[in-house]
């Protein structure tokens, strides 16, 4: 085996783990806004709120 396989699997596998949190992070965000009384935010804590929205940000 190519030394570099184990390698180019471990980024792709990163990368679509990555992919999946930018789309799941973007339909959050997306139906949160659309929904203000959407219960995501308000079951959050203030701290948890900030760490959400911190992530969300990271992710743009």
């Not at 396989?5 to 792709?12: D, G, P, R, T």
Request: hydrophobic share 40%; proline share 5%.
């Amino acid at each position: 085996t190519h030394p570099g396989n184990a390698q180019e699997l471990a980024v792709i596998f990163f990368l679509k783990i990555w992919a999946i949190c930018c789309i799941l992070f973007t339909y959050k965000e997306l139906h949160v806004f659309k929904e203000p009384k959407s219960t995501f935010f308000k079951d959050l804590s203030p701290k948890k709120k900030e760490k959400y929205y911190n992530i969300s940000k990271m992710f743009r």
